[in-house]
C-alpha cells in the first residue's frame, strides 16, 4: 500500500513565488496544490475547492492537445499526504513543468485567450526559474557543493542571528553533530529547524553532553551560572569551562557522540549503543576556573 506520510518538508523561492514542496514516505515528491495553483496565476474558483483552479483548465477543450499530448488525465490528480493527522493536498513535482511546458507549446501554435496569455507567461517566468535552479542543483550534485551548502546556510543563519561568541559556540558543536541528531530525530536539516531548534534538542544535549563530563562538573556548572528574572540559563554552560581542559573534554564528548550516532540506523540503536559505552562512572576533575 502507498504510504502518503510526509517525512521531510521545505519551500521552493522562484522569485517572488513561494511553494511549499514534500517528500513522502515512498520517495514521491510533491508540491502544495493550492501554492502551485497560485504560482501558476490561475483565478480562484467561486466553490474555494482545493484543485478546481487547475481542473478548470485542464479541462479546456483548446489546451487538451498540448496538456495530454503524452500524459494520462491520471498523471495530473492531486495527492493527499499527511503531516502527522493534518491532511495536504498536493501535485507530483513534475506536474508543474509539464503544465508549464503544455502552455507554452499551446502559445507557439494556438490563439490563446487573454487569460490563458497571463498563465503562458507566468509559465515562462517559471521555466526559466527551473532551469536556474536546476543547473546549480545539479553542479552543487555534481561537485559535492551541496554538503557545504548546507554548512553555508548555518554560518549565514548564526552570522546574522547571534553574537560572535554565540557563535564561536555554536561551532564547537559541529554541523556532523546537528545532522546527525536531525536525522535519528527525523527532522530535514534545513535551515528553517537550523535557525530555531525544537526545545528537545536542548535537552538531549544535557542528556548526552554535558551529563557525561565528570562528576559534578555540570552541578559547578550551574552553580556559576546565574539566571534571568525569567527563571532561565543567563550564560551558556561552556562559558564556566576552561579552554584548555574544560572545553577540550566538551568538544571530545561532541566528536564521541556523533560518532555513535553516525554509526546508529536509527533512534532506538543508538540509545543501546551510547548506554553500552557510557555506563561506566567516570571519575575526572576538570579545571572549571
Known amino acids: 500500500m502507498k504510504s502518503n506520510k510526509i517525512i521531510h518538508e521545505g519551500e521552493i ?6 511553494i511549499p514542496c514534500y517528500v513522502l514516505e515512498d520517495g514521491t515528491r510533491l508540491l502544495s496544490g493550492n501554492a502551485m495553483q497560485n504560482a501558476l496565476n490561475l483565478q480562484e474558483d467561486s466553490e474555494n475547492k482545493s484543485g478546481t483552479r487547475l481542473a478548470r483548465y ?18 495530473y490528480e492531486p495527492i493527499e499526504c499527511y503531516r502527522g493527522t493534518q491532511k495536504i493536498n498536493g501535485y507530483e513535482a513534475t506536474v508543474l ?31 526559466r526559474g527551473f532551469a536556474r535552479v536546476g543547473i546549480i542543483a545539479l553542479i552543487d550534485e555534481a561537485t559535492g557543493y551541496q554538503y557545504e551548502r548546507e554548512r553555508y546556510e548555518l554560518q549565514k543563519i548564526l552570522t546574522s542571528y547571534v553574537s560572535e561568541e554565540i557563535l564561536k559556540w555554536q561551532l564547537t558543536f559541529t554541523d556532523d553533530f546537528y545532522k546527525e541528531v536531525f536525522r535519528l530525530w527525523k527532522l530535514p536539516f534545513i535551515p528553517k529547524y537550523i535557525k530555531n531548534k525544537p526545545s528537545f534538542i536542548g535537552t538531549l544535549t544535557n542528556k ?12 559547578k556548572i550551574k552553580d556559576n551560572t546565574p539566571k534571568t528574572e525569567k527563571g532561565n540559563w543567563k550564560y551558556r554552560f561552556h562559558q ?15 566528536i564521541e557522540v556523533t560518532t555513535l550516532m553516525s554509526i546508529s540506523e536509527n533512534k532506538s540503536k543508538f540509545e543501546e549503543l551510547f548506554k ?6 567516570i571519575q575526572l576533575t576538570l579545571d572549571l576556573g
Open 97 to 127: 513543468a509539464d503544465i508549464c511546458d503544455a502552455f507554452l507549446e499551446a502559445r507557439k501554435v494556438i490563439k490563446l485567450s487573454s487569460r490563458q496569455k497571463i498563465i503562458a507567461d507566468q509559465c515562462e517566468i517559471l521555466i
Open 13 to 18: 523561492t522562484l522569485g517572488e513565488t513561494i
Open 208 to 219: 548526552y553532553i554535558y551529563e557525561q563530563l565528570p562528576n559534578g562538573v555540570i552541578e
Open 276 to 281: 553500552s559505552k557510557y555506563n561506566k562512572s
Open 240 to 254: 564556566s569551562l576552561t579552554p584548555e581542559i574544560g572545553r577540550e573534554h566538551l568538544k571530545k564528548q561532541i
Open 58 to 75: 485542464l479541462s479546456q477543450k483548446s489546451l487538451e492537445p498540448f496538456i495530454y499530448k503524452d500524459k494520462t488525465a491520471g498523471h
